[in-house]
């Protein structure tokens, strides 16, 4: 692509990095904020730019945070006794979504995947394990996704969690809502064979 | 969507704003600028945000430059006798990556649709006019969208330039290379037939 100005080829190359956004993706937005008024487009700058100099980790759940501990830690109607364990924001942010979750989140920071080189260290478990003996919760509930890698990070954290005196739960994996069995692959529906329900407990939780 | 933050929300919401960005689109780029060097998130906010403020129009063809003649305008290896007329900077950019025109372009910025609400009035088509009566250019190509508002254009522009010496083309309208007749719309079939090119051209052509 050849551009006349120098500016403009440096902003459509800026945007081409992230994700995602090809050349031409990236000069179309350019050339929207071309024709945004200047200050909407300082106002676009600076909020990006600031959210990456300010922004913090919650030091107790890792989640992201304007302040030392987030707004979920520090809400005394949540229920401090109930941590679930996701790999990331994105999850948190799925299952608040939901507005079925009253308890407080562990972010782990990824799984454990050792073809991707990232092992036990990397992630956020000491800090979990800490936190569950310090705080005693009564439960740690794993929302993970189902796979091979989020099946040995449940394992290696509950190995952790043995000796302590906390409940540890996963989430319920099965046929989803509107699927169909007959599409569903053999371990999900072997799986939720095996854990079937009792059906007043299916009619209640509805 | 819930955000525990409102650094996070607040650059989620400005690039939702771009056009095709959604939420997710915008959280997912959002979180990879949250794992990107804090010195390349300066890049990129400074980036664009200089663009918009130092980005500048050539006096002449109305092409985005980083001073008051474009680099196209202001080379001597271009033609000057030869005008382009394109409607906006990604025409420029598509007929520059052919690298066949060695002539100056003239962006109108926007072509007349009356149903948008666009007249000549609002178009760079009066400075087309003045540009032509002081340089005096051989030749005038419009190279526009092949619909009517194009056409309309043309005629409009055609019009005014009919008192002028100066030579008035338009980009070759017909079948596009690869493509195939019992697929063409009537109108373009038509056309290509009507201005059906002597074989020896063709072959010089290629």
């Not at 919650?58 to 006794?81: E, Y």
């Not at 260290?121 to 794993?142: C, H, T, W, Y």
Request: hydrophobic share 40%; proline share 4%; glycine share 6%.
């Amino acid at each position: 692509m050849q551009f006349s100005s120098g500016l403009l080829e440096n902003a459509v190359n800026e945007f081409a990095k992230l994700p995602g956004i090809g050349k031409k993706t990236a000069l179309r937005l350019v050339l929207h904020l071309l024709k945004t008024e200047q200050d909407k487009v300082e106002h676009f700058g600076e909020a990006i730019v600031k959210m990456r100099q300010e922004i913090k980790f919650c030091q107790k759940c890792f989640n992201v945070s304007d302040t030392d501990l987030c707004s979920i830690c520090s809400n005394p109607l949540r229920k401090q006794q109930l941590i679930c364990v996701v790999e990331n924001l994105r999850d948190v942010i799925a299952i608040e979504s939901t507005q079925q979750f009253s308890g407080t989140y562990h972010i782990l920071g990824g799984i454990i995947s050792p073809l991707d080189g990232i092992g036990p260290d990397q992630l956020n478990i000491e800090a979990l394990v800490q936190r569950i003996k310090n705080d005693q919760p009564d439960e740690v509930i794993f929302a993970l996704n189902p796979n091979i890698q989020g099946d040995t990070t449940i394992y290696y954290i509950q190995k952790k969690l043995q000796s302590l005196p906390v409940k540890v739960t996963t989430i319920a994996r099965g046929i989803a809502f509107g699927g169909e069995l007959e599409y569903a692959d053999e371990m999900t529906l072997a799986r939720s064979i095996t854990n079937r329900l009792p059906v007043e407990n299916y009619v209640n939780n509805r």
